[in-house]
């Protein structure tokens, strides 16, 4: 119990015993000073004495408190004398005990006492007390003739002593309970203003809860990293839109940011937070007020437009799109992560928000398997997916099961029409589904991240088999291998590949690893450092189905290649198409200006053939020269006849 105070019973024993009250200062009431008044009146009254006295003790002198209104009386109230004079009531006081003096002329201990001068020579006085054994002052009797005051008087005064004291010690009793009674006050006070700041405590820690408990609501509710809705309040704020949209036609985009996962490795998750929170920022931009926003998990979106009029939903599919292909400052970094949109449509594809985020979802997972940046949900999308799930519980096992092999593709040099090296083509055949192309698996293998085991099995089984084809005194057979965005990213990559070079002893400058603008495009820095350290190793980099990508051009500049590939589809078309033809030439020449190697792939014709050898084009790769094969074959196919 964090605000438990101990209350401490109040102990009235041992407060007593503590009490320290000042005698001095305790007044005696008006009501008791009449009494006592009357009781020496009486007393002078009774045994004919001129002076009765109560007198009282000062620190620094004693005085008459009361005195008997008898004739003969020379004291009056407030009488003064000095202590340390030899008075009766000073020895009283003193001794604690009665004093009687028939003749103080007579007696020499008294003789020179200051009440002689007032003419009193008599003198009889027994001591006042208060409770607490200090002294009140006395009661006495005095007259002015010599006299020996009889028992019976004496008596009498022993008796008003009794009363005076019995009064002084209800006066003390009444002091000591005021005394306590303020102590209690006190007490009641600080416990008032320890209540008060508890009471304080405590509106201060409801108010505390009161904000917890609404941030837990808010968190029920709402992403903490990007403060937007999550899934549940989605689908209720989409649902409540649905109803109530006066149009409604409604276009649900769920967007998938590209191997976010590798990013948050490579980079810390640090870094992929303020990348998820800058993401966030730059799509409220072209959001309007309508539109819902919402993070579902680690890196996928939804968003909900209503249809309005003006507005063309493909607008913002190209505006986000933009925005993920501009890459992200962050601190040292720049990293780019592309996106994939699934798109559904209310009320064409349901009117169900679960539902269309579902398709919506669907249609996202098409983007991903087909590489296109955006898909609208169809009902095939479904189909596909289930398709999906099928090839990608067969893919578990391949490894194990040595259902992958490789082929090997010849590069072809056109100058001296002979075959300088292979590109390493993975294959895989499934004893249930058949042949399945690397395009349709290789996609899968990345999403689920197989690709860093099967990788590395083409890099194993590459390397060793173009280590054993170097031994065959092919001195410039060069080994084209491709790598996946996904094992580049690894920081470690340029260091497994040294390792696997000096593991089957294969110089570096036999391997040539194609990337493609997929890696640069997703992290400039990391493909940066990695494409650099390879190059010092003496490994070739290539840049693989280049002029399909995003931004081909600048990359040329940026980085330095030594190989470029064009990609088939310009080859393709070099026959039927003045474009592609003038593009092909083009790229040949800026490739051969930046000092690279120039490659030209699928290569099927005589035509395409003399094009690009006209063109000056390097190396020839396709159909025409050689379809990709197995190992035992490429070998007796072409190393024993360049032999
Ligand atoms: P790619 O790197 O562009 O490989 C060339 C593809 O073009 C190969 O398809 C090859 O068989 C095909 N090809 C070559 N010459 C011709 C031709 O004259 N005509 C036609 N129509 N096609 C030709 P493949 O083997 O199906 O590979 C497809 C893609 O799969 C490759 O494209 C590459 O991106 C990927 N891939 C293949 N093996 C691997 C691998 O080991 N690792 C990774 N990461 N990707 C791989
Ligand atoms: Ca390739
Ligand atoms: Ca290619």
Known sequence: MPYKT???KLQYKDLFEHLDINTYQIDVPDDMFDGWQQ???LLSEIAKSPAVLIMRLTPSDISVFTTSNSQGNPYSRHDKEELGNGLYCETVIKSQSELHIPNALKDKEWDHNPDIKLGMIAYC????????????GTICMLDSQEREYSPTYRQLLKQFQNTINANLASLYQHSELQYLNQILNDQVQQRTSELAQLSGKLIEEIENRRVIENSIDYYKSYDALTGL?????????LTKQLNTSLSPITTVMYIGLRNFKSINNSYGYVIGDKLLQNFTQRVKRYLNNDTLFSRVTGAEFIIAQPKEKLIDEMQLVNQIIACTNTPFTLGDFTITVPCFIGIAQAPVDSDDASELIQKAGAALHM???????YTFFAQQ?????????HLESNLVNVLKNRELTIHYQPLFCLKNSKVIGAEALLRWHSPTLGNIPPDQFIKLAESNGQI????NFVLHTAISQAAKWHTMQLENFRIAINISPVQFRNLNFAEHIEELLSLYNLPASALELEITEGIL???????QHTIKVLQNLGVRVSLDDFGTGYSSLSYLQKYSFDTLKIDRCFITNIENNEQDRELSKAIIAIGKKLGMHVIAEGVETRVQDDFIKFEECDIGQGYLYGKPISAELFESNYLIRID
Do not use: M, V
């Open 6 to 8: 101990e209350i401490k």
């Open 39 to 41: 009781t020496l009146d």
């Open 125 to 136: 006085g027994l001591p006042l007390t208060w409770p607490d054994k200090t002294p009140f």
């Open 229 to 237: 809705p999550n899934r549940l309040s989605f689908i209720d704020l």
């Open 367 to 373: 983007s991903k398997i087909d590489g296109s940046q």
């Open 381 to 389: 999308n479904n189909e596909s997916i289930e398709q999906r799930y």
């Open 452 to 455: 860093i085991e099967i990788g």
């Open 521 to 527: 495009l997703q992290d400039e820095h990391c493909a």
